[in-house]
């Protein structure tokens, strides 16, 4: 036999704010995660690049 199962719990928090009022879109200061951002991609870049040249090399010298 399949038991229901019930969330008593989630009552009592229904009337509960999760997040202020006061929030608005834009206003935070993002430069470190614009930094972050931008160094995982030129390192994504540059490890793609070297990647690309090594099986390219393989390609020819290993024959």
């Known amino acids: 036999m399949a038991r229901v199962l019930r969330y008593p719990a989630i009552k009592e928090y229904e009337d509960t704010i999760m997040a202020d009022d006061d929030y608005k879109h834009g206003e935070m200061d993002i430069t ?6 931008d160094g995982f991609m030129k390192w994504s870049t540059n490890v793609a690049i070297v990647s690309i040249l090594i099986v390219i090399g393989l390609a020819i010298f290993a024959t």
Do not use: C, H, I, Y
């Open 32 to 37: 470190d995660q614009e930094k972050t951002f």
